[in-house]
């Protein structure tokens, strides 16, 4: 992502940061522990059409949780059993994208690709109600949304499950002080790397400079992933990987794009 929809960048008026929805202290036996999360929740307008999708019940079989309000993922502990009832079933390949924001470039890869399955994971409403939406609207039955954190989610779920993880664009926190928001990160990619199989992958993409070399540095670091590139090295976008929203907006910035693929060994 860019400054935008950064909550260090001040001027956009869209987006209101609510308190203490970064870093949340929860208690357990009696001590407080500061949950840092990588996202900070954003009131921003809903519309119609993903309004819609949220209460509508012609939408509900894309959301898997509550989809107003906090996301609440008690007993979501398999992906896989989300298609059990789906053509393609429990068994297709299994992709995972987290922070989809609006959900364009989500749902153009899960209308490219109907025979794998596709989970969309994030923590706002209206993007979450808006690709519910487009979801319903193209009739597809390889999707499911979740509504919620993404980290937590994936200590959720049994190792060795997801055949590919995809982060476009997450918010590059980019005051120093932030830095520990940052999703890549090596607690935080420990976690990922559990959740995929044995020669999944981890796909990300950034227009942030040095979100892009702090990324390269903490993957090719971590034993257990190999850079597709070669260490040290970006790769070009694939084709695969339509152009995101927050993508497009960098390039009208003058940012550039930096796309990362590790496989799990
Ligand atoms: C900058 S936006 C990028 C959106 C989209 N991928 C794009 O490129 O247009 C990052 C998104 O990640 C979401 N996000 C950040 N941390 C998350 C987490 N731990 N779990 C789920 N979503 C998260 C935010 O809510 C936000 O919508």
């Given at each position: 992502m860019n400054q935008s929809s950064n909550p260090d960048n001040s001027n956009d008026i869209n987006q209101v940061a609510e308190p203490n929805t970064a870093i949340e202290t929860v208690s357990q036996n009696d001590k407080h522990i500061r949950i840092v999360n990588t996202f900070m929740k954003r009131r921003t307008h809903m519309n119609k059409n993903a309004e819609l999708a949220l209460t509508?019940?012609?939408?509900?079989?894309?959301?898997?949780?509550?989809?107003?309000?906090d996301g609440n993922l008690d007993g979501i502990d398999d992906l896989r059993v989300l298609f059990a009832d789906t053509p393609n079933g429990i068994d297709a390949p299994l992709t995972v994208e987290i922070g989809?924001?609006?959900g364009d470039s989500f749902i153009e890869m899960a209308a490219a690709e109907p025979t794998r399955n596709f989970v969309g994971v994030e923590v706002h409403e209206p993007g979450i109600g808006k690709c519910a939406y487009m979801a319903g609207t193209q009739g597809l039955s390889n999707v499911k949304i979740i509504n919620g954190d993404a980290i937590q989610l994936l200590k959720q779920i049994p190792e060795n499950h997801i055949d590919r993880i995809q982060l476009y664009f997450p918010d590059p926190w980019q005051k120093k002080r932030h830095y520990k928001r940052r999703f890549v990160s090596p607690e935080r990619m420990a976690i990922v790397t559990r959740s995929l199989k044995q020669g999944g992958w981890f796909h990300t993409a950034t227009d942030w400079e040095h979100y892009a070399f702090w990324m390269v540095e903490v993957l090719d670091g971590f034993s257990g992933l190999t850079n597709q590139a070669g260490a040290g090295n970006f790769t070009d976008r694939p084709d695969f990987r339509p152009m995101t929203k927050f993508e497009r907006r960098g390039l009208e910035r003058g940012h550039g794009v930096w796309d990362l693929i590790y496989i799990k060994e």
């Open positions: 509508d019940p012609e939408f509900a079989d894309y959301l898997v949780n509550n989809s107003f309000g989809f924001g609006l």
